[in-house]
Each structure stands twice: as structure tokens, then as C-alpha cells.
């Protein structure tokens, strides 16, 4: 189906997934920090008190979500949808009037929870049901919601800062959040049947099953992707988060640093909607060794540039595998595992990769306080990169012979 006509023919659809997405924003990394300075000056919060408060809350949503997830495979997106932006507006809100530091830990579980958590869960879970024979193009263009947040969000309240004070501009978000519910409501009305909801019309996945979550767990294929799910989040979440040390480190202005970062998600964008495409025409299989390979390369290449000019190459691969990342794997779950269960499944990987965000900046943090600079640290997280990419190459190509020899009948 060409392009455009996708677009026009399922916008409804679609624009449920980049909704969804878009709101997500403001439970993720890119948002929050902009308001780390205000909240450790708030609070008497040193960086690695806030670095910490960070992690155990990121930490404990990845945790809830491996169980809360599965109510993506019971309910269907359409009650899900709502009442997930729903807390994620009262998370919001409970940002804007947190008072002591202790409680800081809870508002940012219900931040990550609800935003970088759920809200994406459910808008990839919809992609991955709505479509089968154009499930590449849908989650590349429901993606395009994350992208938006990121390119102009950031931008937006940093500036704002300037003439309100944080706590309004929390408030502020929230808004936003509950303003576009009623653009999301009449969409969820047109949730796609039967597809959504009937278990005998879904896409199945190796030697033709449905694979739950515990099936998968007793898999080896899964524990050989695993350390690619964490390596983008733990060490992307961790970039952005030392971009003070970085730049410091580098001899570099922190305001240049962050004119190059357009270009990673410009990058990302390109790679979202070049990948839907390509994964409806191949497949997912020869896809995934090589996912997240250019942010290995960024990386390494990164730790030895001498400018900023250098800099802007290795920041536009590690923009590459952003893009490949959010389209490529939540295909391939679809693909390999069936969709019955995707829910499930998607929210394992989920946690994994949620799990990989608290890790990461904690972890770059502790060496950087043992006097290990991150600069340093780039050339040995590009070689495990690289390692993680091997594990996928070596699952993948004993897995994909039992993959289904035909394609299901086509939805979208």
C-alpha cells in the first residue's frame, strides 16, 4: 500500500498511537531533566541524591510493569488508553506539588510509570493488534508522537522557566495531558475488531503458536536479545543525563553540546518511517542484529571526537538506532512470539528497557565519581554494543527457521 494512502485510509487509527506516544513525553528522561536544577535547589538535592532518587523510582516502574502489562491483553485500548493518560495527568500534578524529598521517589515512579511506561505500551500493544501486513509503517508513525515531544518540548519549557516557576509548568503538563483526551476518546471509539479483541484471528509467531510470557522466559532466543534491550536505554538515558559532565570533559560549551542534539532526533525520525517500510518487506529477522550497531559505532567514535563539527556524525548514528529502536523490536515480538499475548511480552521488554534507564545513568555515574570520565566510558559501552548485536545475530539465525512460511492475510 503506498504510503500516503496508508495515511489517509487509517489516520484515526494512527493517530491514537502518536497521541499516545506524544503524552508519554512527560514521563520520560528528556522532560524531566529539564527541571533537575529546580528540584535539586528545591529540595538541598546533590547530583548523585538526584541521580539516585531517579534511579530507585525509574527502577520500581520497570517492576510494576512487568505485571501491570498484562492488562494490555485483557482490556482493550480503548479503556486502557484514557484512564493511563488519566494518571498520567494526576502524575503530573503530584509533581507540582511534591513536598519533601522523600516523596520525590513516588512522583517519579508515577511519572515513568504512566508516561515512559504505560502510555507507550499501550500505543505500540495497539500498532502491533491494529496491523499485521503494515505493522512497520504503523508503529513508525506512531512513534512520530515521541519525536515531536522530544524535538520541541524540552525547548519549549526550558524557555518558559524563565517567566514561570517549575511547579506551574508541572501544572501546565498536566493540562496539556487532560486536553487531549477528548481528541483521544472519539478515536478509541473506532478500535479495530476483530483483531483487537478475537483470539482465533491473530498473527502468530514461531512453529505457529501464541507464545505466553513464561514460554518465552524458557526460551534461549530471549536471553540473548536481552542485553540489547537495555544497551539504547541505559546508555542513550545516560548521554543526555552527563551532558554538563560531557561537555565539561570535552573542553566544549554545554549550550554547544545541546545545538547538536536536533540532529540525533532528526536522525531518529529518518530512521522511524525508512524502517516501517523495510520491516513490512523483509521482516524483523535480518532487522535485529543490526539495530542498534550505529549507536555502537556513535559511541566509540564519540569518545575520540575533537570538536563538536566530529561530534555530529557519531550523534546522528546514535539517532539512527533511536529510530531503529522504536519500530524494530516491537515488531519483531509480534513476529516471533504471535500477538495474543503481546501485551504481556511487550511488557516485559518494556521493564527491561525502563529497567536499562536507571541503571545507566547510576552506573556512568558511580565510575565517573571513581574518576573513570564518560568520554572514557563511550569506547567500552561501543564494544558492548557490539557484543549485545553478536548474542542477537546467533539468536535470531537459530530461531527464524520456525517462523510461520506465510503471511497472515493482510489489515491494514
Known amino acids: 500500500m503506498p504510503f500516503l494512502s496508508f495515511l489517509r485510509e487509517n489516520a484515526p487509527f494512527l493517530a491514537v498511537g502518536v497521541l499516545l506516544t506524544f ?5 520520560q528522561t528528556f522532560f524531566i531533566s529539564v527541571f533537575a536544577g529546580d528540584i535539586r535547589s528545591e529540595f538541598d538535592l546533590s547530583n548523585g541524591d538526584w541521580g539516585f532518587l531517579y534511579s530507585v523510582g525509574t527502577t520500581a516502574s520497570a517492576a510494576v510493569m512487568v505485571w501491570t502489562g498484562i492488562l494490555t491483553d485483557t482490556f482493550r485500548v480503548r479503556v486502557l488508553g484514557p484512564i493511563v493518560l488519566a494518571l498520567l495527568a494526576a502524575a503530573c500534578v503530584l509533581m507540582a506539588t511534591v513536598s519533601g524529598w522523600w516523596a520525590l521517589v513516588f512522583t517519579i515512579f508515577a511519572l515513568r510509570f504512566c508516561g515512559q511506561g504505560m502510555a507507550t505500551l499501550v500505543a505500540t500493544v495497539a500498532m502491533a493488534r491494529w496491523f499485521v501486513a503494515n505493522r512497520g509503517k504503523a508503529l513508525s508513525v506512531s512513534r512520530v508522537g515521541i519525536s515531536l515531544g522530544e524535538a520541541f518540548l524540552p525547548m519549549i519549557f526550558v524557555a518558559a522557566l524563565g517567566v514561570l516557576d517549575w511547579r506551574t509548568l508541572w501544572l501546565i503538563a498536566a493540562g496539556i495531558v487532560v486536553a487531549l483526551l477528548p481528541l483521544l476518546w472519539p478515536l478509541l471509539r473506532l478500535e479495530r475488531t476483530p483483531q483487537s479483541i478475537a483470539k482465533d484471528d491473530q498473527s502468530a509467531g514461531m512453529n505457529g503458536a501464541h507464545w505466553t510470557r513464561g514460554k518465552m522466559l524458557g526460551h534461549p532466543l530471549f536471553w540473548l536479545i536481552a542485553p540489547m534491550l537495555i544497551a539504547p536505554a541505559a546508555f542513550s538515558t545516560a548521554f543526555f543525563f552527563h551532558q554538563v559532565h560531557l561537555a565539561e570533559v570535552k573542553g566544549w560549551s554545554h549550550l554547544g553540546l545541546v545545538s547538536t542534539f536536533p540532529i540525533f532526533t532528526a536522525t531518529g525520525v529518518i530512521a522511524l518511517f525508512a524502517s516501517g517500510p523495510i520491516i513490512d518487506r523483509v521482516g524483523t529477522a535480518r532487522l535485529m542484529p543490526l539495530v542498534i550497531l550505529p549507536m555502537g559505532l556513535g559511541f566509540a567514535g564519540f569518545a575520540f571526537a575533537p570538536s563538536l563539527a566530529t561530534a555530529m556524525i557519531f550523534i546522528a548514528l ?41 541503571v545507566g545513568p547510576a552506573l556512568t555515574g558511580a565510575l565517573i565519581d571513581l574518576g573513570v570520565a564518560f568520554p572514557q566510558q563511550m569506547i567500552w559501552i561501543g564494544l558492548y554494543f557490539f557484543a549485545a548485536a553478536a548474542l542477537v545475530a546467533v539468536g535470531v539465525a537459530r530461531a527464524r527457521t520456525s517462523l510461520p512460511t506465510q503471511v497472515d492475510v493482510e489489515r491494514a
Open 23 to 27: 503524552c508519554s513525553s512527560f514521563g
Open 318 to 358: 546514535m539517532g539512527l538506532t533511536q529510530g531503529l529502536n522504536n519500530t524494530v523490536p516491537p515488531a519483531f515480538w509480534a513476529e516471533f512470539y504471535g500477538t495474543r499475548h503481546i501485551g504481556g511480552i511487550k511488557a516485559l521488554a518494556a521493564a527491561f528497557m525502563v529497567f536499562g534507564t536507571a
